[in-house]
Each structure stands twice: as C-alpha cells, then as structure tokens.
C-alpha cells in the first residue's frame, strides 16, 4: 500500500512538473510573439498579401498606434532583422530590375539608372513608420538569405511602431498563414526583443478601403503626411479630412460610393443601389450632432507613393475617396470613433477627441 501511495505521488508529482514546463513554455512563446501584435496587408496596393504577387505588407508592433504614446527606440549600431519563412520566392529574375536597396542612396538596376529614388521607387526595400501612414524613417536596408537587414542612418525614437515591406522582388507564396520573425539586436548582437507574428497570405484580391496621410498636405496647408488617423477638436469638422485608395475585388478603382444615413451612429456605404459596408460611429454617452459625409470621389491615374511596376509600368489607378468627420456645434467632450468596413473586405478605424 504504501509503495503504491509512493508511485502515485511521484505520478503525480512528474505530471505537475510536466504541467509547470508547458507553462513555462507557453508564457516564453507568448511573450517572444508580444513584441509584433498583427502583420496586414500595406494600404498603397490592393494585392499585397495575394498568393504568388509581390510581397507589400506591414507588421505592425505591439505598441500603441495613438500618437501620444511612444513606440520602439534603435540607435545607430543597431539591427532589425526580419525573417521571411522559405515559402517567400527572392526571385532573382525581378531582383536584377528592383535590387533590394535602400531608399536614397545608389542603386543601379535593369530597369532605371538609380531605382531606389522617391516617387520613382523600382527597388525592393523597407521602410519604418511612425504610427500613421507614410509618415516614413528611411533606413538602410540589405538582405542575409531570406533575411532583410534595418539599421538606422540616426538615432530614432521612440517612435517607430510599423515596418513596411515594399519587397516588389519577393513573391508570396500560396494561401496559408505564415510565421514572420522581428529580431532587434544591438552593435554587439545581443538581442533586444523579438516576436513573430503571422501574415495570411489569401486566394484572390478582396476590396479594400485604405488610410493614407498622403493628402493631407494639400488641405488648409499642412504638414507633409500629418496624422488623419488621431485628430483632436474642439466642435465642428477636424482639420484634415480622411482620405482614403479604394479598390475592389478585381484591384481596379472603387468608386461611386455614397454615404447612406441610416442613424446618427450608422451609415451604409451604397454603390449602384447595392449597400457594399456600413459605416458606424462609437461616440461618448448623450453625443448628438456628429456625422460624416463624402467630400470626394475621384480617379487616380496612379497610386501615390507605390512607383514604377514590372518592366517600367506605371502605378495602377486607384479611387480617392474624402470623408469629412464633423463633431457638431456643441459636442459632448470624448472620444468617437468611426469604423469604416466593406462587405467582404477590410475595415478601417479613425479616432477624433473632442476636449473642452
């Protein structure tokens, strides 16, 4: 009996451990996978993350995207590594015409004496944002295998809290979930933090409905790509509208889309008499008098910002589309915030506070 007693305690205890090292494990992968929270598709194209298109997405870190909070630091010296998983084809044919470079400095390509030039852009290449769309910090990028190498010209930071892949060399593989590693280590390699996160990598082209600050320049003159994503006001309209590159299921330009009231907080997206998403607004307890309207719907010749495609071709066209977010004349102080989704597409979410 008592050796019995004996073997069932030690069972016990080798079970207990076995659930202790499970644990550990778990927190260890949980906590290696904390330092990127998601990776999406990049919002200058429509097939970033399709099965055998080139590679153009955007791994966001796990930090707060609202301007006021920091994000991740680097000092020169430093690396980020980012490791693609062998499924992603370098393919060496579209490498000779867009080199893996870094944006403003030398590089000689196939297709045009100096690829990696603003506005232009024909190389494949990387770039860190802080927070919003296009509001870049240039590194200078290499490539180790199926590695790309970030290190800082200057100290930066802490604002960093996206990188974006415009890799026009790198093909996507077929349909899957695919495990992308960030590595950041310092002068002497030891490793600062590093996660994962996973890129789903899908069939066919979906619509899509994307933030960009590009506009904002051009509107009551402000600063080259200002933050449309966190505006603050006092009443009325923000100061920069939402500017938004749509296309659909086909890649081509989204447009005719009209802003159909249904409630103050509830819009529906309506194209050609068919509802293709809706449009809500999240406002603070006893809110009235907010509402959006569309102040513009036009056809882009090219895409901002994407530069030149295979063979020397020009950006694709793409939709512009304008929504205003006016607060009313006495709004209640808080936050809204309005979610703009297209039926078997993304969804997108802008933040305006209003304070006293």
Same mark, same amino acid.
Request: glycine share 10%.
């Given at each position: 009996?008592?050796?019995?007693?004996?073997?069932?305690?030690?069972?016990?205890?080798?079970?207990?451990?076995?659930?202790?090292?499970?644990?550990?494990?778990?927190?260890?992968?949980?906590?290696?996978?904390?330092?990127?929270?998601?990776?999406?598709?990049?919002?200058?194209?429509?097939?970033?993350?399709?099965?055998?298109?080139?590679?153009? =997405?955007?791994?966001?870190?796990?930090?707060?995207? %609202?301007?006021?909070?920091?994000?991740?630091?680097?000092?020169?010296? %430093?690396?980020?590594?980012?490791?693609?998983?062998?499924? =992603?084809?370098?393919?060496? %044919?579209?490498?000779?015409? =867009?080199?893996?470079?870094?944006?403003?400095?030398?590089?000689?390509?196939?297709?045009?004496?100096?690829?990696?030039?603003?506005?232009?852009?024909?190389? *494949?290449?990387?770039?860190?944002?802080?927070?919003?769309?296009?509001?870049?910090?240039?590194?200078?990028? *290499?490539?180790?295998? /199926?590695?790309?190498?970030?290190?800082?010209?200057?100290?930066?930071?802490?604002?960093?809290?996206?990188?974006?892949?415009?890799?026009?060399?790198?093909?996507?593989?077929?349909p899957g979930k695919y495990s992308v590693l960030v590595?950041?280590?310092?002068?002497?390699?030891?490793?600062?933090?590093?996660?994962?996160?996973?890129?789903?990598?899908?069939?066919?082209?979906?619509? *899509?409905? /994307?933030?960009?600050?590009?506009?904002?320049?051009?509107?009551?003159?402000?600063?080259?790509?200002? /933050?449309?994503?966190?505006?603050?006001?006092?009443?009325?309209?923000?100061?920069?509208?939402?500017?938004?590159?749509?296309? %659909?299921?086909?890649?081509?330009?989204?447009?005719?889309?009209?802003?159909?009231?249904?409630t103050e907080a509830h819009y529906l997206l309506r194209?050609?008499?068919?509802?293709i998403g809706h449009a809500g607004i999240d406002a603070?307890?006893?809110?009235?008098?907010?509402?959006?309207?569309?102040?513009?719907?036009?056809?882009?010749?090219?895409?901002?910002?994407?530069?030149?495609?295979?063979?020397?071709?020009?950006?694709?066209?793409?939709?512009?589309?304008?929504?205003? =977010?006016?607060?009313?004349?006495?709004?209640?102080?808080?936050?809204?915030?309005?979610?703009?989704?297209?039926?078997?597409? /993304?969804?997108?979410?802008?933040?305006?506070?209003?304070?006293?």
């Amino acid at each position: 009996m008592r050796n019995n007693r004996r073997k069932h305690r030690a069972a016990l205890n080798r079970g207990l451990l076995a659930l202790i090292v499970a644990a550990l494990a778990a927190s260890g992968t949980a906590q290696a996978q904390s330092a990127v929270a998601s990776i999406t598709k990049a919002p200058i194209v429509a097939d970033g993350t399709v099965r055998e298109r080139a590679s153009d =997405f955007v791994i966001n870190l796990n930090v707060s995207a %609202d301007p006021s909070e920091p994000g991740v630091s680097l000092v020169v010296g %430093d690396e980020l590594r980012i490791t693609l998983p062998d499924d =992603f084809v370098f393919d060496e %044919d579209a490498l000779e015409e =867009f080199p893996v470079c870094s944006i403003g400095k030398p590089c000689p390509s196939t297709l045009i004496a100096d690829a990696c030039v603003p506005g232009t852009l024909a190389c *494949s290449t990387v770039v860190l944002l802080q927070g919003y769309p296009q509001s870049t910090i240039v590194p200078d990028v *290499s490539r180790d295998g /199926n590695t790309l190498v970030l290190t800082p010209r200057a100290a930066i930071g802490p604002v960093v809290k996206n990188i974006h892949l415009i890799t026009k060399a790198i093909v996507n593989p077929g349909p899957g979930k695919y495990s992308v590693l960030v590595r950041h280590a310092d002068s002497g390699g030891n490793v600062l933090w590093q996660g994962s996160g996973k890129v789903s990598i899908i069939p066919r082209i979906r619509p *899509s409905l /994307n933030i960009t600050s590009v506009f904002a320049s051009l509107v009551g003159g402000g600063p080259p790509f200002a /933050n449309t994503i966190h505006q603050t006001v006092v009443s009325g309209p923000t100061e920069f509208p939402w500017n938004f590159l749509v296309w %659909d299921d086909n890649g081509e330009p989204y447009g005719d889309i009209e802003l159909l009231l249904v409630t103050e907080a509830h819009y529906l997206l309506r194209r050609k008499g068919r509802t293709i998403g809706h449009a809500g607004i999240d406002a603070p307890a006893g809110a009235t008098g907010f509402s959006i309207h569309n102040t513009l719907d036009v056809t882009l010749p090219g895409t901002p910002v994407i530069g030149l495609g295979p063979g020397g071709t020009p950006p694709p066209p793409v939709q512009r589309y304008e929504v205003q =977010f006016d607060a009313g004349l006495a709004p209640v102080p808080g936050r809204y915030t309005t979610t703009l989704r297209l039926n078997d597409g /993304n969804q997108v979410a802008m933040v305006v506070d209003v304070v006293e």
